[in-house]
């Protein structure tokens, strides 16, 4: 029952991020999935929304976190660098990553959206210097992302996700790097989902478990 709570709670985020519904809406059905008994409770509550429609053709991930698009080897360059010098620099939309990916941020700041981005097979690495600078990397579920950075008078806030698979050339985003004075926040987004989307979702998620916590 409770991945099929799970389920229905995806299909509600899928609808709220396509405007079907609003906040207040999407809140109260969200309660009501996770109050829900019965399989068939959960049937009627999504028995009040449209059907959900396929994403456009490119896009690499679906409302609900699908396996990202995978770049053809030869679209995708060794060497990459991303520069922002008391300026700013943003990376995202339908994007190839490079092999490496070097990115600095010397007092400006810099963003790399990996939502939309077609991945190379294996891995994809980023280097992150940020000096009296920040950098925000924002990665998709359904790809395995592998963080480890160093924070001095500063913060690096790592994330770090595992998704299984038998395909060895999988996607992997593996981000390396330092904070000085500065900072570095990795965190995990779906497609269409804003910052303020992300935080709704992680206190769904905490709810969730504490009532699995509570039903033990």
């Known amino acids: 029952m409770n991945r099929a709570k799970e389920s229905a709670v995806d299909r509600l985020r899928a609808h709220y991020v396509r405007d079907d519904i609003d906040v207040d809406q999407y809140e109260a059905m969200v309660d009501l999935a996770w109050a829900a008994t019965e399989p068939a409770d959960l049937e009627r509550l999504l028995s009040r929304l449209p059907v959900l429609q ?118 992997i985003i593996r981000i390396r790097g330092l904070a000085l004075m500065g900072g570095v926040d990795v965190t995990m987004r779906h497609a269409g989902e804003t910052d303020r989307d992300a935080r709704r979702r992680r206190r769904d998620e905490r709810k969730r478990r504490r009532l699995e916590r509570q039903t033990k």
């Open 54 to 171: 396929a994403s456009a053709p490119g896009t690499a991930l679906d409302a609900t976190g699908a396996a990202p698009l995978v770049a053809r080897p030869g679209e995708v360059r060794d060497h990459g660098f991303q520069v922002a010098i008391l300026s700013g620099s943003d990376r995202s939309g339908s994007w190839v990553p490079p092999r490496k990916l070097t990115t600095i941020a010397l007092m400006g700041g810099a963003g790399i959206d990996f939502r939309e981005a077609r991945l190379g097979p294996g891995v994809t690495e980023v280097q992150i210097l940020a000096v009296c600078g920040g950098v925000d990397v924002i990665v998709p579920p359904g790809v395995t992302v592998q963080t480890e950075g160093l924070g001095i008078l500063g913060g690096f806030d790592e994330y770090n996700q595992t998704v299984d698979s038998d395909d060895p050339s999988a996607p």
